[in-house]
């Protein structure tokens, strides 16, 4: 562990206690752990604090050196003196999670990898994201994208240190740790990801007081730095894709910032000491692949600097700068975010600087499902990114497996939560085909965003990792098929679809509550159907050889909502011996279905002689009639 100290008394003790505290000294002993604590010449006690601790714990190291200018001299001295097989870089303004380095240094030890990253918590700043462990990726890889951490704020097997010769430029006040990042990650052995576990939190002082919350170092010194970085990746890496997305990270972090907050008021020759050193990098790397990866903004800026127009520039930095973006204009199926000099014809900047139509992305989610007096209720959201708060619409559309039909209602706004909306689509299945009744088929919930001609589309998914209960099939009036429409999420992909004219699964929308042989003689039931509509229910005891059947319509009552009642007597006038099967008949608008009754939960066989009702393997309501010349009937409890 090494860790360059400079004024930095109030976080001092809280980085020092982090470290002694780290579950990996109980677990391979305190005296494993290495700790050198370089003073870099501090004014404000840090220095005292230091021998203080070290006074009580052998493991830290404390060393006093003159002000170096920067964390590079410290950091240099803390490798010359490092004995260990790792090295983790810590600044003394942050602090590391409890179990940061154990699960660092068995994540190394298990793969053989030489770079370790933990996962950032910023607090008061930005700070990289990493989510997921990952055993085993390279810096090219772009998905966990390792380059966008050019910090060294992680653990590296010191071996690969000592065989390159890293070290850090002295008396350079930021980003002197990035070629060393760099080049460690070219040469690494595999790179491994700590995403599961808070490792690192990186914190900005309270009081403003780091040399990157004041600015960082000057533009002169500030550019050639990354212009050193940049020159080592462009030597590395092809011209292509990956090489773009290498330097647009350096564009975006350490070159377009300096065109931020702080550069209107910088003076003039530091104003134009940052255009001349933004100039040098974007004439070597500035691409048209890179630029595809920017937005107005950074297009703009961009081309201010190549082309002198400092004018243009001025006014350009400080929009958005509040909180509120530059407004946006959609024109057929082309956006464009309006900074200054849009179409300006004494500036000629091409309209393509303004244009942000390939950034335009959908966001879309699916929240919930649920019946709602007959309809299918749809909550989630799906919208246009980048277009503020230009007209955009959305809407639901059901499109059937098959590709031969689709019907679309209005996916609306009804709240916010935060920056997300809360969006309804309510598809009432008995009038959604042009007036009629949806048809029978596989349907997929397809999201369709439009502003202007700019359209996206997708299905709608739940958020990733999460799952979204499906609330059962209804009977609902369907064209051409069984009465019946159940939602779900597809296999695989887990996006929202409708199984209608049959079940598709999941709980059936008629469920028997309860059935009985009564002294009149007939039989009882008591059955619950899940529907809005007004449906026509049918008992039928069928004999399984299909020579004789007696069916009789059973009353209906709405209960509440969705559900309604169906009770009623089925006469067994005319039950011959064999055996008997009980089916339930709906019908609805002009869709007919018959299916198999299901025998009650509590289902018990009754002393009546010549009947006796029994739940068959699957589960369904069946009688046995004996042969016999006269039957006695009683009740069977269910």
Known sequence: MIMPVFNCRPSLERALRSVRDQSIGRSIGPEAMEVIAVDDGSTDGSAAELDRWAAGWPALKVVHQPNSGGPGGPRNTGLERATGEYVFFLDADDRLGAEALERMVAMADANGTDVVIGRYVGIGRNAPRFDRDVPRTTVLAADPPVYDSLSVLKLFRRSLIERLGLRFPQGQFSHEDQLFAARAYFEADGISVVGEYDCYYWIDREDGTSVLQRGGAGAARHFACIGEVMRYIGDRVPPGADRDRLMARHFLNEIFSRFGRRYPSLDPAEQAATRD??????????????????????????????????????????????????????????????????????????????????????????????????????????????????????????????????????????????????????????????????????????????????????????????????????????????????????????????????????????????????????????????????????????????????????????????????????????????????????????????????????????????????????????????????????????
């Open 277 to 638: 050193g933004a100039r040098l990098l974007l004439e070597a790397w500035w691409t048209a692949g890179v630029a595809k990866r920017f937005g107005a903004r950074g297009r703009l800026i961009a081309h201010c600097v190549l082309n002198g127009l400092d004018e243009l520039l001025a006014r350009v930095v400080p929009c958005g700068l509040d909180g509120t973006p530059p407004p946006v204009a959609v024109e057929g199926a082309r956006a464009f975010q309006l900074y200054p000099g849009f179409r300006d014809a004494a500036l000629a900047v091409p309209e393509t600087c303004y244009e942000i139509t390939h950034r335009v992305r959908q966001r879309r989610r699916l929240d919930a499902v649920e019946w709602n007096e007959g309809r299918l209720r749809v909550r989630g959201y799906a919208f246009l990114t980048e277009l503020g708060a230009w007209d955009q619409s959305a809407r639901l559309v059901l499109r059937q497996r098959d590709g031969a039909a689709e019907y679309q209602v209005p996916f609306d706004v009804v709240a916010w939560q935060g920056e997300l909306p809360e969006m309804v689509a309510d598809l009432d299945l008995a009038t959604l085909a042009g007036g009629g009744p949806l048809p029978a088929g596989r349907w997929d919930a397809v999201a369709v965003m439009r502003a202007g001609d700019i359209m996206r589309e997708g299905v709608l998914l739940p958020r990733p990792g999460g799952t979204v209960e499906t609330p059962g099939a209804r009977v609902v009036p369907v064209k051409g098929g069984a009465p019946y429409a159940t939602p779900y999420l597809t296999t695989g992909t887990g996006a929202l679809a409708l199984h209608c004219g049959g079940l598709a699964g999941g709980p059936a929308p008629v469920s028997t509550v309860a059935a009985a042989l009564t002294r009149v003689p007939a039989l009882e039931l008591a059955l619950a159907v899940r529907t809005a509509a007004d449906v026509e229910v049918t008992a039928v005891l069928r004999r399984r050889d299909g020579e004789a059947e007696i069916e009789a319509p059973l009353p209906v009552r709405r209960r509440s909502g969705d559900d309604v009642e169906v009770t009623g007597r089925l006469p067994l006038d005319g039950l011959t011996p064999g055996t008997w099967d009980a089916w339930c008949r709906v019908a609805v608008s002009e869709s007919v279905d018959e299916r198999r009754l299901r025998a009650p939960e509590r289902l018990q066989a009754a002393a009546v002689k010549g009947i006796e009702p029994y739940s068959t393997e699957k589960g369904n309501l069946s009688l046995k009639v004996a042969p016999r010349r006269r039957i006695r009937m009683g009740f069977i409890r269910s």
